[in-house]
């Protein structure tokens, strides 16, 4: 219980850390699944990220490390691919492998084992169009206690000398699975959320910009000139509540208008 309590602590710096990021850019290209080579490599970036931290923040335990590591690497494979989920699974488990330990050949393996799990099950969501099953956080935790039983499995047939490999997982076997499984559905959660609030701007915005393009349709019929353009600018400015409208052809402003004002000011 000791364990698992400090495993779920280490879980919260991760939780923390994804709240902190979900408010910035860089978490935008994650919340579409995308092809780009952009949003792969950002996925790279940020879930080795997570690996690396994982195995620093661990808790040393009989020459091996208790750790939330499987995070990053299962969050690598689902969301951008077997090819990002290897290479994020290969750095966090060469990057443990550096810290030594009896476990550390049979870690890296399996932490790379991990986010071609993760990459792999991106690869049948996607082709089955299954896309929100990845945003799913009772989904996301049933793979990676998957990927955390294999993870257990890989250091007893790897690790030498058995008995000591035994003791271990039968130690950390369970903290392990639980404190990785539930962070990955909370960070999950987190993304979720963020998508929807995203999902949901967008579609506001959209309405907004259709309904301006409605407006403003039959005012273009006759042509775009100072007189349209003021007229334009105020349905702009009616629709959005912004400050001030401005339309311009480049050379001089043809309409302004702007708050407290009662008419449109057409400006040569």
Same mark, same amino acid.
């Given at each position: ?53 994982? $195995?620093?923040? /661990? ?8 750790? !939330?590591? @499987?995070? =990053?690497?299962?969050? *690598?494979? +689902? ?11 290969l ?6 492998? $550096?810290?030594? /330990? ?8 399996? !932490?790379? @084992?991990? =986010?071609?799990?993760? *990459?792999? +099950? ?8 299954q ?54 559905a ?83």
């Amino acid at each position: 219980m000791e364990l698992v309590i400090s495993l779920l602590q280490q879980m919260c710096v991760y939780l923390v850390l994804a709240y902190m990021l979900s408010k910035t850019p860089i978490i935008l290209p994650l919340l579409n699944i995308s092809s780009r080579l952009s949003h792969r490599i950002i996925c790279y970036v940020l879930f080795s990220g997570f690996c690396v931290l994982g $195995s620093y923040f /661990g808790l040393q335990f009989n020459d091996a490390i208790a750790n !939330t590591r @499987a995070i =990053g690497a299962v969050m *690598g494979g +689902l969301f951008g691919g077997p090819v990002v989920g290897f290479f994020v699974g290969l750095t966090g488990g060469l990057h443990r492998y $550096s810290l030594g /330990g009896f476990t550390d050949v049979a870690c890296a393996i399996s !932490t790379t @084992a991990e =986010g071609l799990i993760g *990459g792999l +099950l991106h690869v049948y969501f996607v082709r089955r169009n299954q896309l929100t099953a990845l945003f799913n956080p009772a989904v996301v935790f049933c793979i990676t206690l998957f990927a955390e039983v294999a993870q257990m499995l890989i250091i007893l047939l790897v690790a030498k000398p058995f008995d000591q490999a035994y003791a271990l997982v039968s130690a950390i076997a369970a903290p392990m699975i639980i404190a990785n499984s539930i962070g990955a559905a909370l960070f999950v959660s987190i993304l979720q959320d963020q998508k929807t609030i995203f999902e949901k701007y967008s579609a506001t915005f959209s309405r907004r910009a259709l309904k301006i393009a409605e407006r403003c349709v039959g005012i273009l019929h006759s042509g775009f000139n100072s007189q349209n353009a003021g007229k334009i600018a105020r349905i702009v400015y009616e629709e959005t509540r912004v400050g001030a409208v401005a339309i311009s052809d480049k050379e001089k402003i043809l309409a302004f208008v702007a708050l407290a004002m009662t008419t449109t000011c057409q400006i040569p």
